[in-house]
Every structure is written in structure tokens, then in C-alpha cells.
């Protein structure tokens, strides 16, 4: 508003009334067009961001549903060294195979209680259920069917639901928290 009267106060030096008049709605003009084009380039900046935020989200839940199916193929790979490496040091949860919550030093126990039999564990299917990304925090949950197999193949199909509570720490998201429960053969999705 200022300079809108600091150009009228210039233009007023001139000679003539119909000149004046002619600068000024000239420069209002110019001044309104001006202002036109900074709110459709911040309406347009604005309409922006969403898109922007959901394609950084897809990027993180991408890579959350990618450590989760590597999660089991650790599983099934009986590699327990690199299923050690989803897990934060600070992990409580609470397995369905355990009757207490465990913390990391006891994250592979229910693994080992079955290889330490000679079985061999086999994913049959993955399947998303949610997912939500809050900033460094994410939780994602899911249905997994699996199987113990003998060396005669044999093994019954189970069935679990599973919620993960992944915390990012710089690039790298490990498992902070989880809960898991065995599906009944009626509610196997």
C-alpha cells in the first residue's frame, strides 16, 4: 500500500490531470497482475505439497513392506544374523509364541525352538493389511501363512496377524515394537 502511494505522489508531479490518471491506473494494472501471479504460484506451490508428502510416504512404505517380506525370507533362509538387523536394541514385544514380552536377546527363541527340531521354515503367503508412516515412526500390519516343515516336507499351515512399530533411525527403520496372533483356520484372509 505504501509504494501504491508513494507511486501516486510521483505521478502527481505531472502537468496534467489525464496523464496522471493514465500512469496510475496503468500502474494498478501492473499492480494487480502482479498480485494475481503471486497467489496462483503460491496456490500452485500449495496444491504441490501433497503430492510431494505422498510420493516421500510411498517411498517409506515401499521400503517398509520391502523389510518386512525380508523379514521372512531371513526366516526361511535361517539366517539369523540378518533378521537380528531389522530389530532396534531398544525392542519390546509381544510374540504369540511367547507367554511374556521379549526384548532383542530373545527375538530369534521362537525360530530356534523349531529348527532345533530339524524343521524348516516355509512362507506360503504375505499379505498387507495397513500401513501408516507418521514422520520416523511407522507401523505396519499384516497377515502371514507359514509353514514348519520336516525333512519329509510335512508341516501344517498356521496362520498370523502381525504389527510391526518401525523407528527410523537416520536412513535405516528397525522394529521398536510388535504384537503378533495366531489366525484361526475360520479367519485366515
Known amino acids: 500500500m505504501l509504494v501504491a502511494f508513494a507511486a501516486i505522489g510521483i505521478l ?9 490518471s493514465t500512469k496510475i491506473l496503468l500502474y494498478q494494472k501492473a499492480l494487480r497482475r502482479r498480485l494475481v501471479f503471486y497467489f496462483l504460484a503460491g496456490a500452485l506451490t500449495l496444491s504441490a505439497a501433497p503430492a510431494i508428502m505422498r510420493a516421500e510416504e510411498s517411498a517409506d512404505e515401499q521400503a ?11 526366516v526361511q533362509e535361517n539366517d539369523l544374523a540378518a ?3 531389522l530389530w532396534h536394541e531398544r525392542f519390546l ?4 509364541v511367547s507367554p511374556v514380552p521379549v526384548h532383542k536377546d530373545h527375538i530369534t527363541d521362537w525360530i530356534t525352538s523349531q ?10 503367503n504375505f ?7 507418521t514422520g520416523d515412526v511407522a507401523v505396519t500390519s499384516y497377515w502371514q501363512k507359514f509353514r514348519w516343515v520336516d525333512k519329509n516336507g510335512d508341516g501344517a499351515t498356521h496362520g498370523t496377524r502381525i504389527l510391526h ?6 536412513k535405516d527403520w ?7 496372533m495366531p489366525e484361526s483356520a475360520a479367519s485366515q484372509k
Open 93 to 96: 514385544g509381544w510374540p504369540s
Open 83 to 85: 533378521y537380528s538387523t
Open 12 to 20: 502527481a508531479g505531472m502537468t496534467t490531470p489525464n496523464q496522471r
Open 64 to 74: 517398509l513392506w520391502k523389510l518386512e517380506h525380508d523379514y521372512w525370507h531371513y
Open 115 to 124: 529348527t532345533s527340531k530339524g524343521l524348516k521354515f516355509e512362507a506360503i
Open 174 to 180: 528397525r522394529i521398536i515394537g510388535g504384537m503378533s
Open 165 to 170: 512399530t518401525w523407528l527410523r533411525s537416520g
Open 127 to 133: 499379505k498387507p493389511a495397513a500401513i501408516q508412516v
